[in-house]
Structures are given as C-alpha cells and as structure tokens.
C-alpha cells in the first residue's frame, strides 16, 4: 500500500516530464495559431482587395473583374476572415495553457472549434481552387473561356490569396493533433 521511495522518486520525475512535454507543446500550439493567424488574415485580405479593369473599345467602357462577383471567393474571404478571427479570439486560451499546463475543458473546446475553423476553411479554400482552376483554364464543354488571359492581375492575385489558406490548413491539423497529444497524456 505505501510506495516506496525510489517509486515516488520515479513518479515526481515522470510528472516533472509530462508538465515540461505539455508546456512545450502548449508554447509550439501558440507559434501555430500566430502563424495560422497571418496566413488567414493575409489570404483574406489579398483575396477581398483583388479587382481589376480593362478597357473595352474606348476609355469610357470598362469591363471590370472583383472577387465578389463569384459567390465561391465571397464564401473564401469570409471562411478565411472568420478563421482568423477565430484563431486570434483562440490565443489567450492558448497563453492560457501555457500557464496552466492541467486546463482540460478548454483543450476539448478548443479541439472541437479547430475542427469546426478546420472544415470549413477547407471547404472555401477548395471551392475557390476549382474556381481559380476555372478561370486559368477554362472549360470548352461549358462553353467557359479562360479569362485570366485578359484578367492577369486578378488571377495571379486570386491565385496567391490560396496560398495562405494552404499553408493554414496543416497548421490546424498539427493544432488538433497536438492537443489530442497533450489530452492523452494525464
């Protein structure tokens, strides 16, 4: 019934451990949403800002490309915008782990709403990519022309703002992943 001294020797040093594991993975799960943060920020911010204009005949006709005019980049820049949104209301939770290593409800909370951010950033991110694919290419069975031949500006920019929402997608994975990893370890 009682331990012995060498068993509560080994027990202080494993708790030691664990503290400094889950500390660690707290402080990485921090850098994580400061990076997710600004590829989401950014992707939404190239994204909503991207129109261009090109003269048609005369000055006073223009044709003019925004990305509100496809309701599937509107559905990105607010997926991305809310996604980081999201993860920068998420950083005092995750200052709060780094704190307090023990705090479990808010590790559940915050591994249910990263899948939630999850889902549906790449949902938007990857109807936006077919859209891009689209409008690069074009399709002839449709009866759909490629207008990043007239539109170069727009498409290379649209083009970029995925980019950032790619490089977030892993981030939240390795997000939900580390704090699975912090949760099964008591």
């Not at 400061?34 to 006073?60: C, H, K, N, W, Y």
Request: proline residues 3%; charged residues 15%; contains cysteine.
């Amino acid at each position: 019934m009682k331990s012995s001294p060498a068993e509560l020797i080994s027990e202080a040093k494993s708790s030691t451990q664990n503290s400094k594991m889950k500390r660690a993975v707290s402080v990485l799960d921090f850098i994580l949403r400061l990076i997710a943060v600004v590829a989401t920020l950014a992707s939404a911010i190239a994204m909503g800002t991207t129109d261009e204009s090109l003269p048609f005949f005369t000055q006073f006709i223009r044709f003019r490309a925004e990305y509100d005019d496809l309701p599937t980049l509107r559905l990105f820049v607010v997926a991305s915008a809310f996604a980081s949104g999201y993860l920068i209301l998420s950083l005092p939770l995750s200052i709060l782990h780094i704190t307090r290593s023990s705090a479990r409800r808010t590790r559940v909370i915050l591994i249910i709403l990263d899948m939630v951010m999850l889902t549906s950033l790449t949902a938007a991110s990857s109807a936006a990519a077919a859209i891009v694919y689209l409008a690069h290419k074009g399709n002839a069975k449709a009866n759909w022309f490629a207008f990043c031949q007239q539109y170069d500006s727009f498409c290379e920019r649209i083009s970029g703002s995925l980019i950032g929402s790619f490089i977030a997608i892993p981030l939240f994975i390795m997000l939900i992943l580390f704090s699975a990893l912090v949760l099964s370890k008591r």
